[in-house]
């Protein structure tokens, strides 16, 4: 499959017309054969792509002390229990931040806190913090999530994630697109025998299927 994949991505790289901007690369799944009224059948995944996203991925942290201050130097933000309370109070600025943030990390002691103040703006949106434990390297924690993206169904059948940029090379984005697949073929009830169909394409250009 690896080199059927890799085809079909050569084919949306050289099909996607000139523009003045690195375009992403995405792949749309459709799905088949599953009943997405039932949540527990609906895709909700975080997968590490192996050749990176090829594309800034925002980053906001909630910590306090030490933790907070090595992660400083590699999130794009970092939020203590002040701001936290602030952004409570403000809906319109918590609804900016979920919308401009890729990924949350939080200090699993200001989980509750989290749920409490920005629960009902986070939860929706599928943004709900990743906790940090004590043990955990906030630092390498935050430059894996750089690499990852979320690939989430819904109740919709069709369903797009970003795998890669146009400025990469077939092979890397082909690469992250196996494990998206392979992901998924784990994941759902019937395996590939819920997957209908798959496309790649970048942001302007036109999709090319992915073959079976």
């Known amino acids: 499959m690896a080199d059927s994949i890799e085809e079909a991505v050569s084919r ?3 099909d996607a017309p000139d523009r003045n901007f690195t375009e992403t690369v995405d792949l749309a799944v459709n799905l088949r054969d599953i009943d997405l009224n039932d949540p527990s ?3 909700d995944e975080s ?12 980053i906001v942290v909630f910590a306090t002390g030490e933790t907070a201050v090595r992660a400083e130097d590699v999130a794009d933000e970092v939020l203590g229990p002040d701001e936290l309370e602030d952004l409570g109070d403000d809906d319109d600025e918590a609804k900016d931040l979920a ?16 749920g409490r103040y920005l629960g009902t703006v986070l939860g929706p949106r599928g943004k709900m913090p990743t906790p940090l434990q004590p043990d955990d390297d906030v630092v390498e924690t935050i430059e894996r999530m750089k690499n990852t993206v979320q690939i989430r169904s819904g109740d919709r059948r069709t369903f797009h994630t970003r795998v890669g ?17 392979r992901r998924l073929e784990a994941d759902l009830e019937k395996g590939p025998l819920n997957i ?14 992915v073959p079976a």
């Open 165 to 181: 940029a146009q400025d990469m090379t077939p092979d890397e984005v082909s690469n992250n697109i196996d494990v998206i697949i």
């Open 41 to 43: 059948n609906r895709v």
């Open 99 to 114: 919308d401009d943030t890729d990924f949350f990390i939080a200090e699993a002691a200001m989980m509750q806190d989290i």
């Open 47 to 58: 997968v590490v792509l192996p050749s990176g996203t090829g594309q800034e991925t925002r």
């Open 12 to 14: 949306a790289l050289e």
């Open 196 to 209: 209908d169909s798959i496309y790649v394409k970048t942001t302007m250009g036109p999709a090319v299927e």
